[in-house]
């Protein structure tokens, strides 16, 4: 929840006519991350399943992280926002990789 608030912070000053691309994108991806998670929880269903939604969180990560990557080369965030927002994303796929490891057989 944190990383996905703190996208919308950073994309807030993207550039209007990216409201519809890279920004859209970008606030899709943060937010599908802990959606993901909540839902794969929240169905209480097997671990197998339930893993298959943090791989699906995962690859949203992946994600955000290209599209950051993305939004440097383009100018729209300078690189040390960009490293601001590093550690943050790697904390997150590290406990998504955790929780993965954790429900595996």
């Known amino acids: 929840m944190d990383l996905a608030e703190r996208i919308y912070r950073e994309t807030a000053g993207f550039p209007l006519e990216e409201r519809y691309g890279l920004t859209a994108q970008?606030?899709?991806?943060a937010?599908?991350?802990?959606?993901?998670?909540a839902e794969g929880q929240g169905r209480?269903?097997?671990?197998d399943e339930f893993v298959r939604f943090l791989?699906?969180?995962?690859g949203s990560l992946c994600e955000l992280?290209?599209?950051?990557?993305?939004?440097?080369?383009l100018k729209m965030i300078s690189a040390e926002q960009l490293s601001d927002v590093r550690p943050p994303a790697e904390e997150v796929g590290r406990l998504i990789n955790g929780l993965i490891?954790?429900?595996?057989h």
């Open 65 to 73: 992280e290209t599209q950051l990557e993305l939004s440097l080369r």
């Open 101 to 104: 490891r954790s429900k595996q």
């Open 26 to 29: 970008m606030r899709r991806a």
């Open 55 to 58: 791989r699906i969180a995962l």
């Open 44 to 47: 209480r269903s097997s671990d």
């Open 31 to 37: 937010t599908s991350i802990p959606s993901n998670i």
